[in-house]
């Protein structure tokens, strides 16, 4: 039988979720046994054309060039999975979105006119359709492989979508923002992490963005009672998962 | 082949590096006419949005520039913000610091190393193309590659974008207990880098080098890693705040990372190689002993052999992660405090591919200013471009597909975050 193609590909990223696939030291060469790694530039110069069974993005669209290829990626993948925050919901680079795109390009560069770049970052969904989108800054390397299994046969991904409070309680870890009064995004944040924050005396910072039913209208009244002020407010919910934050917080 | 005619050596997309770069090397009767290194990875504005965010956060925002090297970010960006505030942070608070750095340096030299270099060596398109012929060196490779990252989910609490790292120390010190089970793995973790040392010493090498200027950081009693002067082979030596006085960046139009030379003389390298070379008598004695085995000198040259010295280093970092571990005392505290002050701080630390410079500026509520970032690749670009026309220079006769290999091999001798960077890589060798 001929193995499943799979193919990863990279739009603006820190790379950081492709590497967590290369991070799986016990399973990477299962995998390369089960599937045929047919494009990834980051591990092998080898490429096979598509069309593709899987297809794994990381990264937000955010050049004219880029809103071309994701098309070409599409057309090619029978399922595409978006891979982290920037794929999912447009990155931290996407704290453009919410302001003027040339006076950034002037900060980092002398010469604009050499760099080609759109006004906004934006998600992979927002170009083609997408078949599942796994959340974090960076993605959990066994949800990461809990995926890529669910979808080479057939089922449905065991990515549940409850608050990070329910990783901190099956991890035995009291609640920070109870017992010392730390302010925490926990309770609105998307589990997947495994609630590592917390279990470092440190409140949860958003990085795999809102649940599915965030109550943070509540929760901005309690970071309020714990001492943050409103710019504190804004800049945590304005970070690697700003544009869904955002939308949620709109609501 | 006629030497007269016009040849390019193209690679649109480079493999096997950090991001998204290219390469054209231009040849025009039997000269080389044009060498360009791509960058064309998508800017992220990084340095704009940092104005406005808080002084603390800068860790946190800096580390999602680089999934590969995020503690050299962060390490850089709490100098900075600390010195600042006028404080420094030591003993086993600093102590801990250096140990999630081997960590990085661990994972990201054994990715390097086995996954992206060696196969250039051993003519494979991948590590796992690799396996199917040596899959006990490879097996071992994820080994080592996986003790780097479990060092960085001990104390930084994950691998990619550790959490625990804060302005002033820690979120939280790591108990003794917790290091404990991290040191028959960093004990196996060296003898297998000792065998890397052995195994990439005994590689053909392609007959090349140059009299680089070499920079790295310099500190009197240790290796460099997490701090230190910026010395250099012909005579710098100056504070990393001193930076911008010696050294000046560039934007050219063939790519979105800045081109850096040291202002009175041009091109330089930073990284294992410079490390080594200034650093060699600062290194542990096992790690020198291996690599005087190697048959490495701090008079090495050839930039092909940097696997060799990358091999010597992740040596070091098991054996100074060891080390560290074995002094390890809890600290009453997990954090200095750090209290804003209006002002300018420079942090400087040595990332795997070279040194990552940050400067900061912020106001008296610690609201960041103004920020810049020099990542190691952007460093290096134009050594690179040299060593492109170098080595195609001597190699006029090879044809053009061996060319290309040999060209992005010695891209990758770089090690070259392009994530990083862009602020920056596509391979194209065009004989014209």
Known sequence: MRKPKLAVWKF?????????????????????????????????????????????????????HDAERIQKVRRASKKLITIGACATAGGIQALRNFADVNDFLSVVYATPEYVSTLETSTPISAHVAVDFELRGCPINKAQLLEVITAFLHGRKPGIPSTSVCTECKRRGTVCITVAHGTPCLGPVTHA???????????????????????????????????????????RVFRTFNVTDFEEVRSR | MSPARRRTINTDYLARVEGEGGMTVKIQEGRVADVKLRIYEPPRFFEAFLRGRAFTEAPDITARICGICPVAYQMSSVRAMERICGVEVGGQLRALRRLLYCGEWIESHALHVFMLHAPDFLGYESAVH???????????????KKTGNEVMTVVGGREVHPVNVRVGGWYRAPRKRELAPLVEKLERAREIALEAVAVTAGLDFPDFDHDYELVCLSEP????????????????????????????????AWSNALHSR??????????????????????????????????????????????????????????????????????????????????????????????????????????????????????????IEEDLRGVVERSLDVPDEELTLLCEQAIRNYDPCISCATHFLTLEVERC
């Not at chain 1, 991070?23 to 598509?50: H, N």
């Not at chain 2, 009175?264 to 790690?287: H, I, N, Q, T």
């Open chain 2, 221 to 252: 009693d240790e290796y460099p890693i997490d701090r230190g002067r910026i010395v250099s082979n012909r005579g710098l030596d100056i504070d990393v705040s001193e930076y911008d006085e010696h050294f000046v960046e560039e934007h050219v």
């Open chain 2, 262 to 383: 040291v202002r009175e003389r041009g091109s330089y390298l930073c990284g294992p190689l410079a490390r080594f070379a200034l650093g060699y008598d600062r290194l542990s004695p096992l790690a020198r002993e291996a690599a005087d085995g190697a048959g490495l000198s701090p008079d090495e040259r050839n930039p092909f052999r940097s696997i060799v010295v990358r091999s010597v280093e992740l040596v070091y970092a098991a054996d100074e992660a060891l080390r560290l571990i074995a002094e390890y005392e809890e600290p009453e505290a997990p954090a200095v405090d750090c209290e804003p002050r209006a002002g300018v701080g420079h942090g400087c630390t040595e990332a795997p591919r070279g040194i990552l410079w940050h400067r900061y500026e912020i106001d008296d509520e610690g609201t960041i200013v103004d920020a810049r970032i020099i990542p190691p690749t952007s460093q290096n670009q134009r050594t």
């Open chain 2, 130 to 144: 690799m396996a199917r012929d040596h899959p006990e060196l490879v097996a071992k490779a994820l080994e080592l």
């Open chain 1, 192 to 234: 997947g992490c495994g609630a590592i924050c917390p279990a470092y005396n440190r409140g949860c910072y958003g990085c795999f963005g809102p649940m599915e039913t965030p109550n943070t209208a509540s929760l901005t009244k309690r970071l309020r009672v714990l001492g943050m002020d409103d710019r504190g407010v804004e």
């Open chain 1, 12 to 64: 603006a990223s820190c790379d950081g979720c492709q590497l967590s696939l290369l991070d799986c030291e016990d399973e990477l060469l299962a995998l390369a046994g089960e599937v045929e790694i047919a494009y990834f530039l980051e591990a092998s110069r080898a490429t096979v054309k598509g069309p593709y069974d899987l297809s794994l993005v990381e990264g937000s669209v955010t050049t004219p």
